[in-house]
């Protein structure tokens, strides 16, 4: 099973400052399946980035994945008022599918 | 538009039993292959089970052998059969389908299942 570890837990940033997240897998998976969720309080997630770089379908370009093998990355280029959320990575290359910890983007 | 909409939570005690539906609309079914993902209240997500389009199904280790999943592609419905609950089974159960160039990209509202005495 691929552990995923995110990191930091809370980032406390202000309107228009960006954001780097990152996430950290147990192992190396050369397919690249890695994606970043967005879920705010009470909704259902939102898909934001899948293979590691595509932004899906309506997701603003201040939003990049980045990253291979081991290490991915979420950047924001930007924060916007709406962009404050808990962002999840996950890793979809097979079974058991994972999910990180989960960092939280609050307003400073 | 994609609509996924769970049912069938609630509270349950120990050692209980539940059966969690997903009534799917705005695509075709039957050539998807569907999620359950759970959140533990306050906690992070969890993936706990998949069925692809042909019926192969996938289990989390912490639900294997207690939670079955299954489809009926005539009703246009994902199914979780949640046995032998445990509290930390407690959480918001969400269905998502898995769009095959992309992963998990739409997602019901949940439906929450409560394990307590």
């Known amino acids: 099973e691929i552990v995923l570890t995110q990191s930091p837990g809370t980032l406390s940033l202000s309107p228009g400052e960006r954001a780097t997240l990152s996430c950290r897998a147990s192992q190396s998976f050369s397919n690249n399946c890695l994606a970043w969720y967005q879920q705010k309080p009470g909704q259902a997630p939102r898909l934001l980035i899948y293979?590691?770089?595509s932004r899906a379908t309506g997701v603003p370009d201040r939003f990049s994945g980045s990253g291979s093998g081991t290490d991915f990355t979420l950047t924001i280029s930007r924060l916007e008022a709406e962009d404050f959320a808990v962002y999840y990575c996950q890793y979809y290359g097979s079974s058991p599918w994972t999910f990180g910890q989960g960092t939280k983007v609050e307003i400073k | 538009e994609v609509q996924l909409l769970e049912s069938g939570g609630g509270l349950v005690q120990p050692g209980g039993s539940l059966r969690l539906s997903c009534a799917a609309s705005?695509?075709?079914?039957?050539?998807?292959?569907l999620h359950w993902v759970r959140q533990a209240p306050g906690k992070g997500l969890e993936w706990v089970s998949a069925i692809s389009s042909s019926g192969r199904t996938y289990y989390a280790d912490s639900v294997k052998g207690r939670f079955t999943i299954s489809r009926d592609n005539s009703k246009n419905a994902l199914y979780l059969q949640v046995n032998s609950l445990r509290a930390e089974d407690t959480a918001v159960y969400f269905c998502?389908?898995?769009?095959?160039?992309?992963?998990?990209?739409?997602w019901g509202q949940g439906t929450l299942v409560t394990v307590s005495s």
């Open positions: 705005g695509f075709t079914f039957s050539s998807y292959a």
């Open positions: 998502a389908k898995r769009e095959p160039s992309t992963t998990l990209d739409s």
């Open positions: 293979g590691a770089s």
